[in-house]
């Protein structure tokens, strides 16, 4: 039997114990974290599906999982031999995880799961639909503890201070603000779970998950006083004491629980998004609850002066980077041996020397032929492909620097291709160029704006299957909230000083796959008597491979528009470049 189905076993064991006939797995941490410490990567352990997104459920008899369409065909592979059902999410017309268990359990059946590592709104989603189904929930029960030897202890990294150089408000600024928002919505104070939101409201960066630069915290910040819950010994001293100057006491993280049993009479703001259900049952009795979007997520979210400076920055030190990175590839395909593996360490040591490098913005995704099609294909050198000089190759991959972050997805030529990944690929760049080029009035959605990044593919009877843009943090998550562009209906609009990844692509199974990426950012453009219009200006400064576009498919425009980016980008990067990079920028610049 092999270790995932003793893991099974084990779990299952512990639900008979627990009289549980269903358990929930989702993978997350007591923050709602996309990205995990190793304590809490709980949905690996069990299922060995390795993905960012995913949830399981196992029952006396089956178990499932749920993940979208970046990794049908990773957990395909994955899960083989398992025991575990690989199903769709965000399809639809598919079965959801809900409607899965009232299918499989008894009229009432109990079903577990740990409420520390769900979101209010995901267990009371949870809660009502098992309901209505004659089930009942225990949502306090983490049988993990007993079934998962060996667990990875707590993240024990150090933190730092972000300085106001680049964070542009001070602490005393943020909580301000803060309390502003609290008083128009009469509350007493808000409890803050989410490590961006923590970050980003203190000022403090950290190494607690991987590539994203938080710090294991929780913070409650009202009108008469500030707590920061954190393990004090991550800090230097003097670190630790400008904090507290600014009026934060500073309190041990494990003692976060027993100060909410103190918090009572007050109306207390919480994000059901961003809160675990345990916190939310912890306030619940003695408080009012206001439930609201996260102040600091959309504060976070539009990105000041400083912000924007500071990411305009990294992008410059990336493209110098990816110069480097190109004229590497150029220099070596064919003469040595290169792998899908060796092109993701390279792209991080490039970056790496630049100033103010800090580490990766997510693990280099890397796919030559096959692979591509994979879309979060995270590579090891067990199962990379060679490189060969023909075909094409994407890669996916960014940078934390300390003054801001990066993702940017190239799709290029290593030698001949077909017709078809040129037509491909000219598809997916009228998508990311009319995405790009759009205006739009104040108030529009992501869902509203997703469409025209598919409109080459779609007229071409083509898709992909995953969105087509998620916010970007300032030195901080690669992944943000609260808006982004997709086909479904989010009913945060975009603002201005929004960052958002403009990324449509395509994928063939077993044949290749193509992706290109720019991070853009809300700018105002013109107030008349319709209203207020925004535009997307371009952050991003690399050229995009013209061998493979097909100049026939596309307007002039569009053409215009490719040839005004790359005189943007030589612009940009030619006071920093050397002449090996000049060189190399001018070939890859010229007008089509």
């Not at 079965?95 to 899965?100: A, I, K, S």
């Not at 509350?187 to 779970?193: F, N, P, T, Y």
């Not at 041996?337 to 060796?342: G, K, P, R, S």
């Not at 469409?451 to 969105?467: F, I, P």
Request: aromatic share 10%.
């Amino acid at each position: 039997m092999n270790k995932i189905k003793e893991r099974i076993e084990a779990l299952r064991k512990a639900m008979k114990e627990n009289n549980l006939q269903a358990y929930l797995i989702n993978g997350s941490d007591p923050h709602m974290s996309e990205y995990v410490p190793a304590h809490w990567q709980s949905r690996p352990f069990m299922s060995g599906f390795t993905g960012s997104f995913g949830y399981m459920a196992v029952t006396m008899d089956k178990a499932a999982l749920w993940t979208d369409s970046r990794y049908y065909l990773q957990a395909g592979e994955e899960l083989k031999n398992t025991g575990i059902e690989m199903m769709k999410a965000r399809e639809p017309e598919a079965v959801t995880l809900e409607q899965w268990i009232a299918g499989e359990l008894h009229p009432g059946s109990t079903v577990g799961f740990d409420g520390t590592c769900y979101s209010l709104a995901e267990a009371e989603s949870f809660e009502g639909f098992f309901s209505e189904n004659d089930l009942q929930v225990q949502s306090g029960v983490d049988l993990l503890a007993g079934v998962w030897q060996n667990r990875p202890g707590m993240p024990d990294s150090k933190a730092f201070l972000h300085p106001t150089q680049w964070a542009g408000l001070s602490r005393t600024e943020k909580f301000a603000k803060l309390n502003k928002e609290l008083e128009k919505a009469g509350a007493d104070l808000m409890v803050l779970s989410a490590l961006d939101d923590i970050g980003w409201t203190f000022n403090i960066r950290g190494a607690d998950v991987e590539c994203n630069p938080v710090v294991l915290s929780f913070a409650v910040v009202g009108q008469n006083a500030v707590k920061l819950f954190i393990d004090k010994s991550k800090f230097e001293e003097k670190d630790l004491t400008e904090i507290k100057n600014d009026g934060v006491e500073v309190l041990p993280y494990k003692s976060f629980y027993i100060e909410l049993k103190s918090i009572k009479g007050k109306t207390v703001m919480i994000d059901p998004a961003r809160t675990n259900y345990h916190v939310f049952n912890m306030l619940n009795n003695n408080n009012k609850i206001k439930r609201q979007l996260s102040f600091p997520a959309l504060l976070k979210s539009c990105k000041n002066n400083a912000e924007l400076v500071g990411m305009k920055k990294a992008h410059i030190a990336d493209g110098l980077a990816l110069l480097n990175f190109q004229l590497w590839m150029e220099e070596k395909l064919g003469k040595e041996t290169i792998t899908e593996y060796d092109v993701a360490m390279k792209l991080e040591a490039f970056r790496a020397e630049r100033e103010g490098y800090v580490g990766t913005s997510f693990f280099p995704i890397v796919g030559y032929l096959d692979h591509g099609a994979i879309v979060h294909f995270r590579v090891s050198p067990e199962t990379a492909n060679e490189l060969k000089p023909e075909g094409i190759l994407l890669f996916d991959s960014g940078g934390q620097y300390e003054y801001g972050t990066t993702d940017i997805t190239r799709t290029i030529s290593l030698g001949p291709v077909t017709y078809k990944m040129k037509r491909d690929f000219t598809q997916v760049l009228k998508g990311m160029i009319n995405l790009s080029s759009i205006k739009f009035p104040k108030g529009t959605k992501g869902c509203h704006l997703d469409v025209l990044a598919r409109a080459a593919l779609w007229n071409d009877q083509k898709n992909y299957g995953h969105g087509t843009g998620h916010g970007v943090g300032a030195f901080m998550n690669v992944h943000e909230g609260p808006a982004s562009i997709r086909p479904d209906l989010n009913d945060q609009p975009l603002r201005v000083g929004n960052i958002f990844s403009d990324e449509p692509g395509i994928y063939r199974a077993g044949e290749y796959g193509i992706r290109i990426e720019n991070l853009v950012h809300v700018v105002e453009d013109v107030e008349n008597g319709f209203g207020t219009f925004f535009k997307f200006e371009t952050l991003t400064k690399f050229p995009i491979c013209t061998k493979l576009i097909d100049t026939t498919l596309l307007t002039a425009d569009e053409i215009n528009w490719i040839n005004d980016y790359h005189k943007d980008v030589q612009n940009s990067l030619s006071p920093f470049a050397d002449e090996k990079q000049l060189k190399l920028l001018k070939r890859l610049t010229m007008p089509i």
